[in-house]
Every structure is written in structure tokens, then in C-alpha cells.
């Protein structure tokens, strides 16, 4: 008559062999993804220059954010524009603090960064509306 096999497998086995099975008929080619504008540290340098001859004090880096840029739609291009955009804008700020052309402050732990030009007399920040 028959004879009767007994195969020891482990779950780990068989979530294996359906794993290599599965990949064997799936047929995948080069992933496109659609390109997405972001915003830039060479284009937050001069949005930083060119807004820091205007500022008389201490300001905070969120009003550098250029308007169509601060995070206020819903999709997830928006949210990443926004996030590109403070990015850019935060390392535009270190390279012109490193270039001596502004001082840049933080008052507390995660607490809100202040920008200024080097020449301007010291004095205390001007509290501000959250967004």
C-alpha cells in the first residue's frame, strides 16, 4: 500500500518557501516615482539675504518660510514642501551664521529659533502669535 511520510517543518519554513514562491511570480520593474518640487538651500540663502536687510531684530526662522511653502494644505506633496522648505531654510541659516552674517538663538529646548543680522544691537525678542 502507501507508505506515510512525516516531514518536520517549522512555521519559519513555510513562511519561507511562500515567500520565495511569491517573489518567483511577481514581475517588478524599476520603480518611477513623479518628481516633487522642494525647495532648496541655495533658494533659502537668498530668500534668507534678501529678507534679513528688512528685519530690524530678532525674528523668528518660521517667518523666513516662503507663504506657499509653510505646511498649510493637507496632501502629502504639501506636507513635504513644508518640510523641504524649513529644511533649507534652517541649514541657510547655519551656513550664514558660519559666514559671520547673522546670529541665530534658541531660547529653551525645541523651543522656537531666532534669526538677526550681525550688526544689529542686541535686544530681547518680541513675543509673538504661534502660527
Do not use: C, N
Amino acid at each position: 500500500m502507501f507508505e506515510r511520510r512525516v516531514t518536520e517543518v517549522t512555521l519559519y519554513d513555510l513562511l519561507r518557501a511562500y515567500g520565495d514562491i511569491k517573489r518567483r511570480q511577481q514581475k517588478t520593474g524599476p520603480l518611477h516615482l513623479p518628481p516633487v518640487d522642494l525647495f532648496t538651500i541655495e533658494d533659502a540663502i537668498r530668500r534668507v539675504e534678501a529678507m534679513l536687510g528688512r528685519l530690524p531684530d530678532w525674528t523668528r526662522l518660521d517667518r523666513f518660510l516662503p507663504p506657499d511653502w509653510r505646511g498649510g494644505g493637507t496632501s502629502r506633496e504639501d506636507k513635504l514642501k513644508a518640510r523641504s522648505a524649513l529644511a533649507a531654510t534652517f541649514v541657510a541659516t547655519l551656513e550664514l551664521a558660519k559666514a559671520g552674517q547673522l546670529e541665530v538663538r534658541q531660547d529653551g529646548t525645541f523651543g522656537p529659533l531666532y534669526v538677526r543680522r550681525t550688526d544689529t544691537p542686541a535686544a530681547p525678542p518680541i513675543p509673538d502669535k504661534e502660527p
